[in-house]
């Protein structure tokens, strides 16, 4: 069965620091991967998806990037964390075949 | 962007009770629907999905009703119990190309025993 790992599960970070958020995917192959990030009590909004190796979508413009060096791991990154960095970020994937998406457990960073 | 929204932000209601959470969406080329239940600090887990060729689909308690004529979706859930306290929400995909789904604001489901 396909699972799905994003970790640490939580962190605090200052302000201008770096930032690399992993996730995995494991028992399947060429998953188009998604990082989400949720403020507190809001909705989800899509930064970065993937369709293969090295092909990254940006969503919206901020001070985050992603990579995907390997079929099935997609990292979240930035240089200088800001304070409005902060908030729940969710890594998810998805199939060709298959509309819908699975999530991961989420990351919640706190940049003080 | 978002283009899927919701009524209600938060729906309280008493454990036994039949819940109805709706979900406005503004897009009428999408042609699969999902809702999403998210327990605090947690990811959203799938609930239940619905195409548009149907009007309506059961899972175990739950309901999801599709109106394309007016663009709206519901989430019925039968017997509400406190286990279901979760935000709920959401989602619309379209086929033609790659798309990524589309995700509503959120209703705050507030059962109490």
């Known amino acids: 069965s396909q699972t799905i790992h994003q970790w640490p599960a939580t962190l605090v970070q200052p302000v201008g620091s770096p930032l690399s958020l992993e996730c995995t995917v494991e028992?399947?192959?060429?998953?188009?991967l998604y990082w989400y990030r949720q403020a507190a009590g809001r909705g989800l909004q899509l930064l970065f998806y993937s369709v293969g190796i090295g092909q990254i979508s940006s969503e919206v413009p901020q001070n985050l990037s992603a990579s995907r060096p390997q079929d099935r791991q997609f990292i979240l990154s930035s240089k200088k964390l800001l304070l409005s960095d902060s908030g729940f970020y969710l890594c998810?994937?998805?199939?060709?075949?298959?509309?819908?998406?699975?999530f991961g457990s989420g990351t919640r960073l706190t940049v003080v | 962007g978002e283009s899927v929204g919701l009524h209600l932000p938060t729906l309280s209601v008493q454990e036994g009770d039949n819940s109805i959470i709706n979900c406005a969406y503004s897009n009428s080329a999408s042609d699969y629907f999902i809702w999403y239940k998210q327990e605090s600090g947690k990811g959203p887990q799938f609930i239940i999905d619905i195409r548009s060729n149907m009007d309506k689909r059961q899972g175990q308690r739950v309901t999801v009703l599709l109106n394309k004529t007016v663009k709206h979706l519901s989430l019925q859930i039968a017997a509400t119990q406190p286990g279901d306290s979760a935000v709920y929400f959401c989602a619309e995909n379209m086929w033609g190309g790659y798309s990524t789904l589309t995700f509503g604001k959120g209703t705050m489901l507030l059962v109490s025993p």
């Open positions: 998810a994937w998805s199939t060709d075949r298959d509309y819908g998406y699975t």
């Open positions: 028992g399947t192959s060429n998953p188009n």
